[in-house]
């Protein structure tokens, strides 16, 4: 009888489900790590940053639905509250389900399926479950919490294709017309005006993408000294030509260029960082692990702040390409000195407004919603990419610094990263204030 006892009480445990795998699939950093991945391909794949915004978007949505279903108690759906979003699906037996691997795998599958082939993040998807099953997550249970997170997905991703971004890609392309104060390509590569519908897409919360339209900028006035416009240009030149290790400093951090294209006698080369939202997701994932969150509040403050990200590039195409403003560059090197260069790559398309500046102070109410106005962090994004890091006593002190960065930088006017940080600012209070989602 003792010898029975004991054979069912080893077959007892050894069929008792390992847990170890709690440690590591329910860390928050995991999904700040998976960010990062996202980050990583979007960055190899040459996605201009108003695209990116919609991949980051997305996908946190995505990872933020999985866990309001399984904490519904402490999360709202966003269901209802985003403008086409009616319904994402619901777990049908929620025992079975991991609902952080089920968040991470959603996460990647939206995140991946957006814009890029299929397949995209395939290998980093196979890792998580190995992940999973090799730290004692029963087979049952990844099988389950993949299959949720492949519904959640099909509903973010059916969701995700009526926001006319097909339709986008095959509108009419942008006219270049040489007329004084308009917008022309720049150098070096004299690329085609990006995304001249972006203004078209869908926005998630804002009510339209001209809400919050900014004034027109100053009048075009390069003949009359006492003109604003004349003096925005001096002040962008004289600065260009006056910079400090300091102001340089604060131009490279915020640069952000996804794809740089370096000249050297005839060669061409590439350089790669984030663009300005990958930065801003990349912060997100540096404040939650300062401020100790829980893997249910990492995805939540991965998903405000995408959102507020997404719809301000939204508000900012629709200034840009309703006002087609000529750059700093154009300008300088058309009536004042041929020879004069900014600092930073002119990126390609309109001036005003400045959209680093207004994503920028969009993501920081996010942000402030989430963490508070007095969080205290350093920025060590640009660590990666050989830029040393930045101390910020606020995420509003950051986004006010990104406005001098496009200024220091020569590619914006300062009038318009100002205008830009408060229209941004305006986009970002709507968002805070419009949704409710941790309760």
């Not at 700040?32 to 190899?44: D, K």
């Amino acid at each position: 009888m003792k010898n029975v006892l004991f054979a069912l009480m080893i077959l007892l445990f050894s069929c008792t489900e390992n847990e170890d795998y709690k440690a590591i699939i329910h860390d928050p950093k995991l999904y700040s790590s998976t960010a990062h991945e996202l980050n990583q391909v979007v960055m190899g794949n040459n996605f201009s940053p108003i695209v990116a915004s919609r991949n980051y978007a997305y996908a946190a949505i995505a990872g933020y639905e999985v866990i309001a279903a399984g904490e519904p108690n402490k999360y709202t759906s966003l269901a209802g509250q985003l403008h086409g979003l009616d319904s994402v699906a619901k777990p049908e037996n929620s025992v079975k389900i991991d609902f952080p691997l089920a968040s991470l795998l959603a996460y990647c599958k939206v995140g991946e399926a957006v814009t890029f082939p299929e397949g995209s993040m395939k290998e980093y998807i196979d890792s998580l479950k190995e992940l999973a099953s090799s730290n004692g997550m029963s087979t049952d249970m990844v099988d389950a919490s993949e299959a949720y997170a492949s519904k959640v997905a099909a509903s973010i991703l059916a969701w995700s294709k009526k926001d006319n971004y097909a339709k986008t890609r095959g509108a009419e392309k942008y006219t270049v017309k040489d007329i004084p104060g308009r917008w022309v390509p720049t150098p070096p590569m004299y690329a085609s005006a990006a995304e001249p519908h972006w203004k078209e897409i869908r926005t998630m919360v804002i009510d339209s993408a001209n809400q919050f339209r900014p004034v027109p900028p100053p009048p075009f006035n390069i003949k009359d000294s006492t003109s604003e416009y004349y003096k925005n240009v001096m002040m962008v030149k004289k600065a260009g030509e006056n910079l400090t290790d300091e102001q340089k400093h604060i131009a490279y951090f915020w640069d952000d260029n996804p794809f740089k294209l370096n000249v050297v006698g005839h060669a061409m080369f590439s350089t790669k960082k984030f663009s300005p939202p990958g930065h801003w997701m990349s912060i997100v994932g540096i404040a939650a692990k300062d401020a100790k969150f829980d893997f249910a509040a990492t995805t939540y403050a991965y998903a405000i702040t995408g959102i507020a990200l997404f719809d301000a590039f939204i508000h900012c195409w629709d200034a840009k390409y309703t006002y087609e403003t000529v750059r700093p560059e154009t300008v300088i090197n058309k009536y004042f000195d041929q020879n004069w260069a900014p600092l930073l790559q002119t990126p390609a398309f309109p001036e005003y407004t400045c959209g680093h500046s207004t994503i920028s102070s969009s993501a920081a109410e996010a942000l402030t919603k989430v963490f508070g106005d007095d969080f205290a962090y350093t920025d060590t994004t640009e660590l990666e990419f050989g830029i040393k890091s930045r101390s910020f006593k606020s995420f509003r002190q950051a986004a006010e610094e990104n406005n001098w960065a496009r200024f220091y930088g020569g590619i914006h006017f300062h009038n318009s990263c100002l205008v830009s940080t408060e229209k941004g600012k305006q986009v970002g209070s709507l968002i805070v204030e419009r949704l409710k989602m941790r309760k």
